[in-house]
């Protein structure tokens, strides 16, 4: 399944220390480097993102947060380089639940886009009647996907 960002920008709220700014080089360009590696990139703030960039009020209240992450309306957060980021951003799947047996076994995780990755077989089929309970569109989707896992038996972290 193709991993599709939910834009709650938890994955990149404690990115500030991992994502360098080493010089700008021009309006809306960057020299940078990926600190936990080395790795120089060069960033392009996204055209359909530079007026969100500007806007300095949030990142300033977010110290932690990754330099170019910024919010886009009530529930978003973006990355504002997008097309341009590190390596080890393009390659990043976030996990919002982690799933252990009564044992503490660790048995599966749900990915940012809701999808369940499990080699156990229980679980899985546990999650395939998941459609008859969990109410998929609703804001609170992840406490309410936890709650079922929880009422099910699971551990869920």
């Not at 992450?69 to 590190?86: F, K, Q, Y």
């Amino acid at each position: 399944m193709t991993f599709n960002c939910r834009q709650c920008g938890s994955c990149c709220m404690y990115m500030g220390d991992y994502i360098g700014i080493e010089q700008e080089t021009g309006p809306f360009e960057f020299d940078c480097v990926s600190v936990s590696t080395g790795t120089p990139f060069h960033a392009r703030v996204d055209e359909d993102k530079r007026t969100l960039f500007l806007e300095r009020d949030w990142i300033e209240r977010h110290p932690r947060a990754c330099r170019f992450l910024r919010p886009a309306g009530d529930s978003r957060i973006v990355c504002t380089i997008h097309d341009t980021s590190a390596v080890q951003c393009k390659f990043y799947r976030c996990t919002v639940l982690k799933i252990f047996s009564p044992e503490g076994t660790f048995l599966g995780k749900v990915t940012g886009n809701l999808s369940l990755h499990t080699e156990d077989g229980s679980l899985k089929k546990t999650w395939e009647s998941a459609d008859r309970e969990i109410p998929w569109n609703s804001p609170d989707v992840e406490e309410w996907i936890a709650m079922f896992l929880r009422n099910k038996g699971y551990i869920v972290e």
